[in-house]
């Protein structure tokens, strides 16, 4: 697919699900695609290397969670185990003023975020440029991550879009939230079971289930599972 037939297709699938963009997001977007390609080709970054699925189960999965939930602009967020980016990425291109943290162990990976924000940032328009400077790459593993005194109970929200279980991420992820802060973490549809395994850990980790929400977009087969930390974490 050629850039014309990209910009086509991603303004209008985004604008059918609710997100009109500027063409300064269309112009990020198409950064992205075109870069997530291009690195693809040497490094495994994703599996899904059609356009449209890049579209829809990348950046459209990633922000669909803004329809459920109320993700402030200038809140801070944390993106554990973000691999090429997602979901925070995506979000940061609607949201610019978010204060955006992005985990990921993979040292290739972390060199295509680095070079990734660099290009986003050289698309963003004079007075937008700034707010790409407020992002870090952490080329850390999660559970180092946590135990970071810059980053414990520093965030607003965390995000997490990878396969570990809730029970397995429970550990380092509820200590980076402030205490009024909310982990989201992305599953599927069929999530009863691996809810029911972690009950008793979340309670260990003084943790609570807020809601669990599905995605208003069909297609993206999405569940959303919102965790709050009941009392400060010890």
């Not at 079971?193 to 008793?200: D, L, M, P, W, Y």
Request: aromatic share 10%.
């Amino acid at each position: 697919m050629n850039t014309d037939d990209f910009r086509i297709l991603l303004k209008q699938t985004f604008l059918q699900h609710g997100f009109p963009l500027t063409e300064l997001q269309i112009n990020q977007y198409i950064t992205y695609w075109t870069e997530l390609k291009r690195w693809n080709s040497r490094m495994n970054l994703t599996s899904i290397r059609d356009d449209y699925g890049i579209i829809v189960k990348h950046f459209l999965d990633s922000l669909s969670v803004l329809h459920d939930f109320s993700i402030n602009p200038r809140d801070s967020v944390i993106d554990v185990g973000t691999g090429a980016g997602f979901p925070g990425v995506p979000i940061k291109i609607i949201l610019p003023e978010l204060q955006l943290a992005l985990v990921e162990s993979s040292l290739k990976k972390v060199s295509f975020l680095h070079y990734l924000i660099a290009q986003l940032r050289r698309d963003a328009q004079s007075d937008d440029a700034a707010t790409w400077e407020d992002i870090c790459v952490i080329g850390e593993r999660a559970e180092e991550c946590a135990e970071m005194s810059q980053h414990a109970s520093a965030y607003d929200w965390v995000l997490t879009r990878y396969v570990a279980s809730l029970a397995d991420s429970l550990a380092y992820c509820l200590p980076l939230l402030k205490p009024d802060g909310t982990w989201i973490a992305y599953k599927p549809r069929n999530v009863e079971t691996e809810i029911r395994s972690a009950k008793s850990k979340l309670q260990l980790f003084n943790g609570g289930i807020q809601s669990i929400i599905n995605c208003q977009i069909d297609e993206l087969n999405r569940t959303y599972v919102a965790i709050r930390r009941i009392k400060e974490f010890h």
